[in-house]
């Protein structure tokens, strides 16, 4: 028997143009687990290029730094998110589990009462 299941994409906009999605939020999830933005191109292999370019369009949108980074060489670069950009991530995920919390209890019935009465 087929399953119906409602299924949503979340993302923050800024002024009407998108700002943060599950891309962006994976991304910057990564740096901060990997502490580099190429560590965390290479975890989600994703081009460093693109990822930076990514970066530099949310700082500039926002104004703000998102990612603080050190310069390689003898100890190595690195790269750590900011109190903003935890701020944004933590909101991002507060709002998908709110998300999921009532697509978990409202869907079930909407979808399960679909064509109950038969063809």
């Known amino acids: 028997m087929a399953i119906l299941r409602a299924r949503f994409k979340l993302w923050i906009e800024l002024d009407g143009e998108p700002l943060l999605g599950e891309g962006g939020y994976e991304l910057l999830r990564a740096v901060e687990e990997v502490g580099s933005i190429m560590g965390a191109c290479r975890r989600l292999r994703l081009s460093y290029r693109k990822a930076m370019s990514y970066?530099?369009?949310?700082?500039q949108r926002l104004g703000?730094?998102?990612v603080r980074t050190r310069k390689g060489g003898r100890g190595g670069g690195g790269?750590?998110?900011t109190e903003d950009c935890r701020e944004l991530l933590d909101a991002y995920e507060a709002l998908k589990l709110a998300v999921e919390k009532t697509l978990k209890e409202k869907a079930p019935p909407i979808l399960g009462s679909l064509w109950a009465r038969g063809s």
């Open 55 to 59: 970066l530099r369009k949310m700082e």
């Open 64 to 66: 703000r730094k998102m």
């Open 79 to 81: 790269a750590e998110l």
